[in-house]
């Protein structure tokens, strides 16, 4: 193979593994959820196992890209791609970090205690995984409109957020037990998990508009205490 070609076949293998990674990421996400609905933790190890796989990768791409770096010395659009990529894999790994905190506020909950749970939670968790679906197909697709879309919704994930924080801080005022206020800050927890994913999900939309179009953009989002 070519110098050109093999580098062209080692930069598509790194987008690959970019979308793996997040693929990966999503089902820890949605075993999350679906651990969230049902108060029920025994999924952890799981999550935590995928978790592991993603950290590997991580560092695999790590070092694959230093190597292309300095191997390769590559044009602009091509470094573009590396540096992104080096970015892009933070994020994606922190996502795996936001889902196993999910995880862990669950197995310091006491569902006996939970008398309801405010509903915008359970619609963090569903907007925050459809954000990360369409930026698995905006990254695909090289599609910047896309991006700038799923960077959008971070503004609605944001809101139903401080409307549980609201209601979350008025009933551990009034809790009654210890396990009660003890569950109530665990659910806490898991909007700001599920918060701070969309941070992550945007931060990604913003890299591929620099990927595609060589100029970082931060999205013009509505949350002044985001730190995406």
């Known amino acids: 193979m070519h110098t050109r070609e093999k580098f062209e076949h080692d930069l598509q293998q790194l987008s690959d593994d970019i979308l793996r990674m997040q693929s990966r990421v999503e089902e820890q996400l949605s075993l999350a959820l679906a651990s969230y609905e049902r108060l029920d933790p025994s999924l952890a190890k799981l999550v935590n196992d995928i978790d592991h796989e993603v950290n590997k990768t991580r560092f695999e791409i790590e070092e694959r890209c230093v190597e292309l770096i300095a191997m390769q010395q590559p044009a602009a659009r091509d470094l573009r791609l590396i540096i992104s990529a080096l970015n892009m894999i933070v994020d994606i790994d922190r996502m795996g970090d936001q ?80 396990d009660e206020v003890e569950s109530e800050y665990e659910l806490l927890r898991i909007a700001r998990e599920f918060e701070r994913f969309g941070d992550l999900v945007t931060n990604l939309a913003e890299r591929l508009i620099f990927l595609v179009t060589g100029t970082m953009q931060e999205i013009n989002v509505d949350d002044p205490t985001s730190e995406g």
Request: avoid cysteine; aromatic fraction near 4%; charge should be positive.
């Open 99 to 178: 889902a196993k905190g999910v995880m862990k506020a669950l197995q310091h909950m006491h569902p006996s205690s939970i008398k309801s749970r405010p509903a915008e939670i359970l619609e963090m968790g569903q907007l925050v995984l459809e954000m990360l679906r369409r930026s698995k197909t905006a990254y695909v697709e090289r599609d910047i409109k896309m991006a700038q879309d799923v960077a959008m919704m971070d503004n609605e994930v944001d809101k139903l957020y401080a409307r549980a924080f609201t209601e979350i801080m008025y009933r551990m005022a009034g809790a009654s037990s210890p």
